[in-house]
């Protein structure tokens, strides 16, 4: 069963020609499931990409799932039309009664500053602890989860000297975790950040290092305690969204190595081929499995234990 999304929602007419199967409200009311009720709080600038980045993961699965989009209640978005975000998005704050079998947490680009810096930081600490009480499993990304990370366990995020840009190789530490059915023991994934978390640190505080890099550090760490995963690396990129982000930084003059690992040759003039698609299908695939598992049919009774039906 396909992912149910807005009608009018962007992303619906890009998933449908990629052939990701998108249910339509008709059809859905007509199944006799109780579909999965999935949050995604869009950070992101670009968020019509973002949102379809997602979109096109979790709607790859045999499983009906409801897509809620949320966003900071004061923060105004750039880069997006406001008749796009009242069109689409829900306030946090008008959503916060209601309970979700899964949360993802998008990255933000605002790594450069101090958390408690962050304009919508109150809020923000104040959606991290309303999953404790209202969602099943969250998935924190890039800034996302540094930001849980740090709310839940004090770990701090490092500067890099310089940014970690391109596609690097990561290795599985923890071949029995369910999050990592069928994944490859070496594969690479796509990176585009300035700060880290540091594998000790986290170890130190408790979490399970799940995927690593020797270049870029840890890319995927389980929180058992507060039933959340941090992913902080880029799986769900586009196969041209590091090209954008390059050619972008080269425009403004940024200064900004080639993508590593990312052009073939390292020729930028040359198209990027993806090969990562494979495993953020498997990633977001089992997490949505191992929410399937462990939901409960009622939703509003989606903590009080492991028995769904």
Not at 47 to 61: D, V
Not at 104 to 130: K, N, R, S
Not at 200 to 220: F, H, K, N, R, Y
Not at 229 to 253: A, C, M, P, W
Request: proline share 6%; aromatic share 10%; net charge negative.
């Amino acid at each position: 069963m396909p992912i149910r999304i807005p009608e009018n929602l962007p992303a619906k007419d890009i998933l449908r020609a990629e052939g990701v199967s998108v249910m339509s409200e008709e059809t859905a009311n007509r199944q006799d499931v109780r579909p999965l009720e999935i949050a995604l709080l869009n950070l992101m600038p670009k968020k019509i990409q973002t949102e379809t980045q997602f979109s096109r993961l979790i709607g790859a699965t045999p499983l009906q799932i409801n897509l809620t989009l949320v966003r900071m209640t004061d923060h105004v978005a750039k880069n997006t039309s406001a008749e796009h975000m009242e069109s689409f998005y829900h306030s946090f704050q008008d959503i916060k009664h209601r309970k979700f079998d899964g949360l993802i947490i998008t990255g933000a680009p605002i790594e450069h500053l101090p958390f408690e810096e962050v304009t919508y930081w109150d809020e923000m600490t104040e959606v991290m602890d309303w999953t404790q009480t209202n969602v099943l499993s969250t998935f924190g990304v890039c800034w996302g989860g540094m930001a849980m990370a740090y709310h839940f366990h004090g770990i701090p995020k490092h500067m890099l000297d310089h940014k970690a840009f391109g596609c690097f190789r990561h290795k599985v530490l923890t071949p029995a975790s369910p999050y990592l059915r069928g994944f490859s023991d070496d594969f690479v994934v796509p990176v585009s950040r300035w700060t880290e978390i540091r594998r000790d640190e986290a170890e130190a505080a408790g979490l399970t290092t799940l995927l690593q890099s020797d270049d870029v550090g840890p890319c995927l760490i389980e929180d058992t305690d507060h039933r959340a995963l941090y992913v902080f690396n880029h799986f769900e990129y586009d196969s041209g969204t590091l090209k954008q982000e390059y050619d972008r930084d080269i425009e403004n003059g940024t200064p900004i190595n080639v993508p590593m690992n990312y052009y073939p040759d390292d020729d930028p003039s040359r198209p990027p081929e993806n090969r990562w698609r494979s495993h953020a299908h498997l990633l977001y695939g089992n997490w949505i499995n191992e929410i399937y598992q462990n939901t409960h049919i009622d939703l509003d009774r989606i903590l009080e234990g492991d028995s769904k039906r």
